[in-house]
């Protein structure tokens, strides 16, 4: 499917289990580097479950179990020699509602760099990583100030600059513009185009229309069948194809809207 | 009740004006037992105040208790206090705050963690005497530090445990989840984010608990007497060893004199006491207020 | 269902392009009829009735732009709503070709028809008959038969190319007769295009029902013919 592309993320029979529920259904699909995959589907299908398993966020449930594989370029992040805190900096996250510390821009951007040790020079790092999430010319002149007194739109390119700060190859974006107005989406999608140049993208969302614009692979998530609660990739393919002729039925009622 | 507007049809009976006066009613109700409890507290503390004031000259901080009652102060009972609460303070701080941050931030969520936070639940119920009895055991008698402060203060230090452990882990609780999962997703190690984060920003709520329970600490009196603190003190207290008193305890002493300059100067005794627990509890507000984080 | 306005919409949209199909069949029919029986008046209606095919193509590409603006098709209902644009544009384009033949009617005048029209009609009557056709297999989204009907093409291709060597031969035999036979080969020549456009209105059936955009052998050969 991806003549062009190298693969960042594989992912092979993953199953995700919270104690007796199974919240993950064998999962397969590979995700090409330096584009924008999208994760869509109804609620409460484990999008966002599924995500957290590329950054390993899912073991801070302790009922939590996964099995399968999750190949980051060739290495398994669920090896028992691999530390998650590790994989995290590798898979950088962003969440939902923005969630800058309540610490100066500065220090919002600097911590990851700091806490993993960075050895170069801190005021570039953190120029050249809000530069990267299109927020520098908006704050420069006050880098001291409280992270809180942004905009949310300002907050989550704030988030964006602090994830890139560690400088992973991958971005988990788990419905990144949900909490903002049309405006700061807009431009938060923009960045995405921009980030993907030097990031692979995955973006959960349940904005069709969103997943539609940004994305270059969409993989479409339903519960497995009928009466049955876990997750699974029903579909996955080149964004074009999957909202212009999706193969599955189940792909097509959810993105005409006549799920359900 | 006819409406104003016109799709009024009868359908509905809203009977407005019983509910707004039911509403006014219970408003009133309210300000009245608000009313009530200043009244009678300010009734207390100006009767106090009245009785004791005179008393309140230098001569009371400075000297020893005394048969005269002209003679006595509280130097002995006010050091002990301070002593106490620095001792509890230091004791009762860090294992509080640690045992809070175990069963919050690492406690695996399973029966013997329920259990246990049940029981610390409990402790913070406990009659204080019965924490007197315990130290007396535990530390007077067990670990041979005698009537001292040191056995005091760790007896104090058990008293307050439970409530600081508990305000601890609710400060802990209400850091909100995605500053945890913001550090973690950067890489940064359980600790990491314990100490950069969570500590940083449940540190007013623990504080002010800390406070609120050292205060309870000052004002507490029956487990001193178990384990057998002096009401008569007529030296220094120089080190952690020494026998001590402290100031409910003197006042306690001065109530139980016949003579009324006594009972004045248990007044007196019990301004300080309020002195030092106002200060106390202006600290805590001034704290949080100063280290509070608007999310 | 969800969506229920919006599949109610959809189908109005169906309704309106079925309307204009009907409209354009009888226009070619009609046209053809005018031309064999010389009736100039008949040929002026068509013409006029040229301007509602046209209005209503209008009609229909609004509304589907409204309905792509506001409702955000995906999937079938955004390749429906694409093919609907590109069926009205050849459905109007059939309503010219039947203007075609009305104006030639108009401008041969007083002068007879070159000989009896036999042929003409049989190829008028096969083109209504194919665009009924493949408009009901657009409204059903019938793919076999949207994949079947483009293979008669063939029929009109043959009409056209016998009425072809017909006219050759009077204009052979006799020079004069020149612009007459023109006149009749203009006709066939816009009859034998609506067959072509029929195509294409199947290929966009087969793609609304399967995703699949394919080049139908009819519409090749006619591009050929051209």
């Known amino acids: ?260 | 009740m006819n409406g104003l507007f016109a799709n009024e049809d009868g359908r509905f009976a809203p009977r407005l004006s019983l509910r707004l006066r039911f509403g006014r009613l219970f408003q009133l109700l309210s300000l009245a037992a608000v009313t009530l409890g200043l009244i009678v507290l300010s009734v207390l503390i100006l009767d106090i105040i009245l009785n004791g004031y005179k008393w309140l000259r230098p001569e009371f901080f400075t000297e020893f208790p005394s048969r005269f009652p002209e003679k006595s102060g509280l130097r002995s009972a006010l050091q002990g206090s301070l002593w106490m609460i620095s001792l509890t303070a230091l004791m009762a701080f860090p294992i509080g705050v640690g045992a809070a941050i175990y069963l919050e931030e690492y406690a695996p969520d399973n029966g013997l963690t329920r259990f246990i936070e049940i029981n610390i639940a409990n402790l913070a119920g406990v009659p204080s005497i019965i924490y007197g009895l315990l130290g007396l055991g535990l530390f007077v008698r067990g670990l041979e530090l005698g009537r001292s402060v040191l056995a005091g203060s760790m007896t104090m230090a058990l008293l307050v445990l439970p409530i600081l452990i508990v305000s601890g882990r609710e400060a802990i609780r209400a850091v909100p989840q995605s500053v945890r999962q913001a550090s973690l997703a950067l890489g940064a190690t359980q600790w990491q984010t314990i100490q950069n984060h969570v500590l940083p920003y449940a540190m007013p709520g623990i504080l002010t608990g800390t406070i609120l329970a050292i205060s309870r600490a000052i004002g507490e009196t029956a487990p001193l007497i178990t384990i057998g603190a002096l009401t008569y003190i007529r030296f220094d207290l120089k080190g952690p060893l020494d026998l001590f008193t402290v100031l409910p305890i003197q006042i306690f002493n001065w109530v139980s004199l016949p003579k009324a300059e006594f009972q004045q100067l248990a007044a007196a005794g019990i301004i300080v006491l309020l002195g030092v627990l106002f200060s106390l509890n202006a600290l805590a507000i001034v704290l949080r207020n100063k280290l509070q984080i608007r999310w | 269902m969800l969506r229920k306005t919006f599949e109610t919409e959809l189908q109005q949209v169906k309704d309106n392009v079925l309307f204009l199909g009907s409209l354009v069949e009888q226009a070619i029919l009609d046209s053809v009829e005018a031309l064999k029986k010389r009736d100039m008046d008949a040929s002026r209606r068509i013409m006029e009735a040229d301007r509602e095919i046209n209005a209503r193509r209008f009609a229909i590409e609004n509304q589907v732009m409204v309905l792509i603006a506001t409702q955000q098709p995906m999937a079938h209902d955004l390749r429906l709503l694409a093919s609907i644009l590109e069926i009205a544009g050849e459905l109007e384009r059939m309503g010219d070709y039947a203007k075609g033949i009305a104006k030639i009617n108009i401008l041969m005048g007083e002068q007879p028809l070159l000989k009896p029209l036999i042929d003409l009609p049989r190829m008028a009557q096969k083109d209504a008959d194919m665009l009924h056709r493949a408009l009901t297999a657009f409204l059903d989204e019938d793919v076999e038969t949207a994949r079947a009907i483009p293979q008669e093409d063939d029929e009109v291709d043959a009409l056209y190319n016998q009425i072809y060597r017909e006219l050759i031969t009077f204009i052979l035999q006799d020079p004069t007769t020149i612009e007459r036979a023109n006149w009749l080969l203009w006709a066939a020549h816009n009859l034998e295009r609506v067959a072509d456009r029929v195509t294409n209105i199947c290929e966009r059936t087969i793609f609304i029902a399967t995703g699949e955009m394919a080049e139908l052998d009819g519409a090749a050969n006619g591009e050929e013919n051209a």
């Open chain 1, 1 to 260: 499917m991806f003549d062009k592309h190298e693969i960042a993320l594989s992912v092979k029979n993953l199953n995700v289990d919270y104690g007796d529920f199974r919240a993950l259904e064998n999962i397969s699909l590979e995700i090409p580097a330096r584009q924008i995959t999208a994760i869509i589907g109804p609620s409460g299908c484990g999008k966002s479950t599924f995500l957290r398993c590329f950054n390993r966020m899912n073991d801070l449930v302790p009922t939590a179990r996964v099995t399968g594989e999750v190949l980051f370029y060739g290495q398994n992040i669920y090896d028992s020699k691999v530390n998650p805190v590790e994989v995290r900096r590798h898979i950088g996250m962003v969440f939902q509602k923005p969630n800058p510390f309540p610490k100066s821009i500065y220090e919002n951007v600097a911590y990851g760099a700091r806490i993993n040790g960075y050895k170069g020079n801190m005021d570039e790092l953190v120029e050249r990583s809000l530069r990267a999430a299109a927020l520098w010319d908006e704050v420069k002149d006050d880098l001291k100030k409280s992270a809180l007194a942004l905009s949310g739109g300002q907050q989550q390119r704030l988030c964006i600059a602090r994830a890139i700060a560690v400088e992973p190859q991958v971005i988990l974006m788990d419905e990144p513009a949900s909490a903002l107005d049309p405006i700061a989406t807009l431009k938060i999608e923009e960045l995405m185009q921009e980030l993907k140049k030097d990031y692979t993208i995955v973006i959960v969302t349940h904005n069709m229309q969103q997943a539609a614009r940004v994305s270059d692979y969409t993989a479409m998530m339903m519960l497995s069948k009928e009466g049955s609660r876990a997750g699974t990739v029903i579909e996955f393919g080149p964004t074009p194809q999957i909202f212009t002729s999706p193969r599955d039925r189940r792909t097509e009622d959810y993105i005409t809207g006549r799920f359900g």
